[in-house]
């Protein structure tokens, strides 16, 4: 109804899975890495999940349009079958004959197998994509496996992508599978976009769609994140029953009253005055809150400084033992802020200094001044200094110094000690600062330092070639990792066999599986051994 009326060539925030309109963020990216490591891998299972409406499907149409030509795909989206029917449904997607009306499984098993040795005589790669796995039983889970065994010397004969919801992960964690979970490659979890991908994504599917100028001014892109929460489903729902509303209001772009009637529409809301309500009632519980959490875990400073003005953060029991918080998660959420401003009582010119001396703190050490990553490295530490996203953090898994600027635009630094889904727990001064995920985007650059710890005898970029120490202390980290005995010797290759590790790890973690061992594969691989470095994620159960 509204394309003519801005000029659209056709609808931008269809939910149909175009890939057209797919936009690639950091995780989109790396979950069709995934799979396009699956397409050309050596068998067994791959795992893509990810929450309704997060991509999942729009990324499966785009692997299938870089599917090689030695390469034969089946998909099937609707895998609600028995056992008899799956495997029927399999053999028509592959176009495999077998006997009309048969209802047997070891027949249907039987051709599939033979259809299988005959395409790798052939030198054709076979592929089987189950979209909506949730929905297999556990029955149908192990006939997949069964349908795995057929192998070579060099490898298994058939590929297998399951891709669903979070739920997936969940049937896949019960006993009776746990041959399957073995044969799992490769896993990836489709999180959902980061307010600057809202933006980044908005934009791109009304470029796609020919837009000639921006319908969603920047300030409601901050609101639209808030209401989507990142998932790209909902942001195209949201979106387009706004464009609706301003093309029957005559409206030139959106503006924030026509995206809050949308939302009213799309979530069913009740009246405004009781979101009012609600809203004041829940600031009135978090002051509150925050007013006792402070005046409990207000600490006067004293000798032993570190412990008294960190938040949170206990003196180390030994040097290089790292520090724990103190203060529960339930506390630091009722305490979180809707921004982070730094004390008055503190000129900013210290905040640098305030945090580095927090963040050695938490490795077990004492801030000397000057250069930080010098300091580190003097200690056996290393250090990395980049730019990136909370993703980045959350896989490093590393306290860290971030780079923010307040209310008057002016920057400060800060020691994120403390990170979940909601809530960023910071020392700031000599104070303990909870703020939301989503106001932390609007303050940081970006820019975060972080210390790690690795062996001295691996050293930063291990690549395939390599021969020495470095490559033992890899081949040993793998090794240990999957259960099986280090190969002996501290001259070994990196040869195509320990790729093929490398990557297996790095689908498996998240990483891109590109066989190099950067910096972030490698802080990865530390951290499977330093148990005692201080985290910035906590589970249940850790220290």
């Known amino acids: 109804m ?9 609808a931008p925030f269809s939910i149909a899975p175009d890939p057209r309109y797919l936009y690639l963020s950091q995780r989109h990216q790396e979950a069709l890495a995934h799979l396009l490591y699956g397409v050309n891998g050596d068998g067994g299972f791959v795992l893509l999940t990810g929450e309704i409406g997060a991509g999942k499907t729009t990324v ?25 029917e799956l495997l029927s449904t399999i053999c028509v997607e592959f176009g495999i004959a077998c006997a009309p009306g048969n209802t047997s499984i070891k027949v249907f098993v039987d051709c599939i197998n033979g259809y299988l040795l005959e395409a790798h005589a052939k030198g054709r790669h076979t592929v089987l994509i189950i979209d909506e796995a949730q929905n297999l039983s556990a029955e149908l889970l192990e006939q997949m496996r069964l349908l795995t065994n057929l192998e070579t010397d060099e490898r298994k004969l058939l590929q297998i992508i ?25 896993r990836y979890h489709l999180g959902p976009l980061t307010r600057a991908e809202v933006a ?16 969603f001014p920047a300030r409601l892109l901050g609101r639209l ?43 069913h809301q009740p009246s405004a005055w009781r ?32 412990a008294a003005l960190q938040p949170g953060i206990a003196a180390p029991a030994a040097a290089g033992t790292p520090a724990q918080p103190l203060l529960s998660d339930a506390k630091l959420k009722a305490a979180s802020l809707d921004a982070l401003e730094w004390p008055a009582d503190k000129p900013l010119g210290d905040s640098r200094s305030l945090a580095y001396s927090a963040l050695f703190h938490a490795w077990g050490a004492q801030y000397q001044g000057g250069d930080a990553c010098r300091q580190a490295e003097s200690l056996g530490l290393r250090c990395r200094s980049a730019r990136g996203g909370l993703d980045d953090l959350r896989e490093l898994n590393r306290p860290a110094v971030l780079l923010l600027r307040n209310g008057q635009n002016r920057e400060f630094h800060a020691m994120l000690n403390t ?27 970006g820019q975060y330092t972080l210390f790690w710890r690795m062996p001295p005898e691996a050293h930063q970029d291990i690549r395939p070639g390599e021969r020495g120490p470095a490559v033992a202390w890899l081949n040993r980290q793998l090794s240990q990792m999957q259960g099986r005995a280090a190969e002996p010797g501290e001259n070994l290759l990196f040869d195509q066999a320990l790729m093929r590790q490398v990557k297996q790890f790095q689908l498996a973690e998240g990483l891109i599986p590109d066989g190099f061992v950067g910096p972030r594969t490698l802080i990865r691989l530390a951290a499977m051994a330093d148990k005692a470095a201080p985290k910035l994620t906590r589970k249940p159960g850790d220290k």
């Open 2 to 10: 509204y394309r003519h009326y801005f000029g659209l060539a056709e």
């Open 60 to 84: 499966c149409r785009c692997l299938l349009r870089q599917v090689p030509e030695s390469c034969d795909v089946a998909y099937i989206f609707n895998p609600k079958l028995t056992v008899e």
């Open 162 to 186: 399951l891709i669903g919801q979070p739920e997936l992960g969940l049937m896949l964690e019960q006993p009776e599978l746990r041959q399957l979970r073995q044969r799992i490659v490769a």
């Open 200 to 215: 980044a994504y908005v934009h791109h599917r009304l470029e796609v769609s020919g837009a000639q100028r921006q319908l």
């Open 225 to 267: 994140y808030r209401l989507s929460g990142g998932v790209p489903r909902i942001i195209n729902v949201l979106c387009d029953r706004a464009l609706l509303g301003a093309y029957v209001q005559g409206k030139e772009r959106i503006d924030g009253a026509t995206l809050a009637q949308a939302a009213h529409e799309v979530f």
């Open 275 to 306: 979101g009012w309500l609600r809203a004041l009632t829940a600031g009135v519980i978090v002051l509150a809150g925050a007013a006792l959490a402070l005046a409990v875990y207000w600490k006067e400073p004293s000798k032993p400084a570190l």
């Open 419 to 445: 990170l979940d889904d909601k809530t960023a727990v910071f020392a700031l001064g000599a104070q303990v600062k909870a703020v939301a995920i989503g106001a932390l985007a609007e303050q940081w650059s």
